[in-house]
């Protein structure tokens, strides 16, 4: 193997992922000096290679290895072995992400605190608040470029943008604009600006929106300390007798099995791979899973409150022309039980191109009810809702016992069922949607049921306690010291807002205290 | 605003009206002959104009011609053959189909006049894996089809062409300010 470090270089740190997390993670530790291994499934796709159509995209990068599902949520029924629409890929997700860059609400640090306790949910606090995370979100926003924030200037409203703003205008918002996003309006970073390319889901062609693809990864090369393998699957983590861990198993490209050893691992492979890893290396020490001592890896799966409203009208829109998310209104984020529920959503404009609009407008649908949308797609506005669900026990990735993937390891299964304030939140949302595009002459809106999960969350929580989560305020396994989770299962509960700027804040604090720790022989 | 030309260029292809290069005459195509697709799961040319039939009453677009529906059908029928089935599915789907039709309406599949009466013994048979397999194959093997995409006014690829910074990305002009 040419690798530039050796398998058996004990003093790596090996970083599973290389997405907000995992990429993020990786260069900050590079930056300090620290030699990092960062193992990514995918393979190196750059932007070159990008293609402006979208099923040969997925084809290209979106994560399809098997897995299945179950619970009252449609996607178990629709796509019932697609839970998720993630990247595998380097860059992980943050290669066909939208850009959409929001800090958490003061309150949403407090979930339990602030909504109460909710029947048949698992609320709780994080272990740290918006105070402690103000410095991060500012280093997140200059690092990723965020319109809006240090006096970048937010992106020019596309044709999708104006009629939702319109309608916004007309029903009385009073928060909404093009939006906080991590898309260059002007050149910055040795990146040019947004073209209005249309493509943000299938790779920004342009470099234009942040990715750690062409910004975290480069830059953590060009320290000569990160070294990043592609088509390197992992398969387990190895501790040693002391429980902390000592080794990282992964195919490598030619799928042979190799074992390179560390001094710290960084797990960030998504929310669902993520806790899928520490189940699958479970051990005599940790027989229910490696840090599962509390039983919570997996468990509190969250995938935001989501759903779409395209509304028809009589005269041609192509909202396909411009930014996928091109607009916001943030009136709905706030915490205001007299709507019916706790917590909020935000509304966020979106587009599909025509064949995601055939296969996600409604799944399974067909006739004329059907194709008489679709005969007017570019007469169609659309927006996504994404608020806040709730954390509960039984949404939980575990493994599928009779369902093994290639390596002969067990896949991850999906459970989620919405809750009562999902369902309440949607419903509102679904409403408020229609009633925007109903107030600017919409002839028809169509209401789109949640895709296969973008926003992955919470399966590897933090808590301030053991018993209550995986990890503690750092994103440090309580159960393993030299262990961390650096991706958006950490999360305690989901908020209602894009999670990537929060991950990456979290991304960049956690090497803080890391590169602190090992300075220190504390790692 | 810059408004999208949703006209399918003329080509010989489109001219001649079959998936594969039959002469047709346009005007005087019976449903049955229309752009009968060549397939290779498929025996019957019966069957294959009723494949088409159902193709399109599936997912009904009147600006869309037969001829992209029989390639969806192709499309749908090489799956088929490139995963080594051999279980006749379109075929005994087909049958199924003009069985339950001839119950209901006393006639073929594709000699029912009524748009709603087909559609009636479509919904008799939804739970098949037969109508499973064409309508869910219909989703990518019709609509990512690119001159469908002309005709429903999507634009497609956009980078070669520099986005749509200076091509309409913010032209909408009807709405009062």
Known sequence: MDNKFALDDESVVVVVGSGAGGGTLSNELAQRGIKVVCLEAGKRNEIPDFVNDEWESFGQLAWTDKRTTSGDWRVARDFPNLPAWIVKSVGGSTTHWAGASLRFQEHEWKALSTYGSVDNADLLDWPIDAAEMAPWYDKAEFRMGTTGTNGIPRLPGNNNYKVFSAGARKLGYKEFHTGNMSINSEPRDERTSCRQLGFCFQGCKMGAKWSTLYTEIPKGEATGNLEVRPQSQVIRIEHDVSGKV?????????GVLQRQKSRVVAVAGNSIESPRLLLNSHSNLFPHGLANGAGHVGRYYMRHMTGSVYAVFDKPVHM???????????DEARHDPSRGFVAGYEMETLSL?????????????????FTSALDTYDHMAGMWLVGEDMPQASNRITLNADVKDRFGMPVAHVNYDDHANDVAMRNHAFRQGSAIYE???????????PYPSTHNLGSNRMSAKAADGVVNKWGQAHEVPNLFVSDGSQFTTSAAENP???????????????AGRMARNEL | MRLVNKKVPLTRRTFLGSATGTVMIAGLATKAQAGAPVLKTVASPDSAATLVAIARDIYPHDRIPDLYYAT?????????????DTSGLLEKGTALLDTVAQQKFGKRYVDIVAEGDRVQSLKAIEGTPFFAKVRAGMVTALYNQKVVWTLLGYEGSSF??????????????????
């Open chain 2, 160 to 177: 070669e062409h520099g986005g749509y910074l200076e091509r309409g990305f913010n032209d909408l002009d009807w709405l009062e300010s």
């Open chain 2, 72 to 84: 969806a059908i192709e499309i749908i029928d090489r799956q088929l053959m490139e995963a080594g």
């Open chain 1, 320 to 330: 396909y022309r411009g930014t996928t998310m091109a607009g916001i209104i943030k």
């Open chain 1, 439 to 449: 107030a600017v002459g919409a002839k028809r809106t169509i209401l789109t049921p």
């Open chain 1, 353 to 369: 191109g025509l064949p995601f609009m055939a296969a996600f407008l409604n799944p399974g649908g067909w006739g004329r009810e």
């Open chain 1, 500 to 514: 990537t700027l929060t991950i990456v804040a979290l991304a960049l604090r956690q090497a803080d205290h890391i």
């Open chain 1, 246 to 254: 000592a080794a990282v198993i992964y195919a490598d490209k030619d």
